[in-house]
């Protein structure tokens, strides 16, 4: 069974091994304009899980469960593409689970690690994971040093899928 790991939001990161290799990056759900439709959001999101689907119908989707307090303006998008993805899992009787930030960044020995005196944040596991699975650090970061936009989703992706595979066996 292969996995398709998320890391739902406006930009949604996406890792998956292929008989190519590993495959990750981050799908823009983003509308035009200075209001975000949730409704074409969540048609972009569904429009990419369709392809997977189709290339990979074997497929397990493990998400990112991320806490939400009430009062951040992400809160009605992270849940309407989190039911997105678990409407589209259920409609085609595809097995889905979700993980919690701590759970996958111990996993995948990130606990304990620090940069710049913070523990486990993007500063610290997007490096940690560019290394451990060899990516070129220029598809991650810009001649700056600085994350390229959608990296960042697609690592937190990458970690999940890693712990994902420690749990149901390697997705290659």
């Known amino acids: 069974m292969r996995i398709l790991a998320l890391d739902p939001a406006s930009t949604t990161g996406f890792a998956c091994r292929t008989p190519q290799g590993l495959r990750y990056g981050a799908w823009d759900c983003h509308t035009d304009g200075k209001h975000q439709n949730l409704g074409t959001m ?3 999101l569904e429009v990419r899980l369709e392809r997977v689907f189709k290339a990979y119908p074997d497929i397990r989707v ?5 806490v939400v307090r009430a009062t951040y303006n992400f809160a009605p998008i992270y849940g309407a593409l989190s039911g997105e993805i678990l409407k589209f899992c259920n409609r085609h009787g595809i097995a889905s689970d979700s993980v919690s930030p701590a759970e996958w960044r111990k996993s995948i020995g990130l606990k304990g690690k620090q940069v710049a005196g913070k523990d486990s944040g993007p500063q610290t596991y997007v490096p940690f994971l560019v290394e451990k699975l060899h990516v070129p650090r220029t598809e991650i970061f810009n001649p700056k040093g600085k994350v390229k936009p959608g990296m960042e989703d697609a690592m937190a992706a990458c970690g ?3 712990h994902a595979e420690t ?3 390697y997705s290659g």
């Not at 493990?62 to 991320?66: A, I, L, S, Y």
Request: net charge positive.
């Open 167 to 169: 749990l149901y066996g």
């Open 62 to 66: 493990v998400m990112f469960e991320r």
């Open 160 to 162: 999940i899928l890693l």
């Open 42 to 44: 969540m048609l972009r």
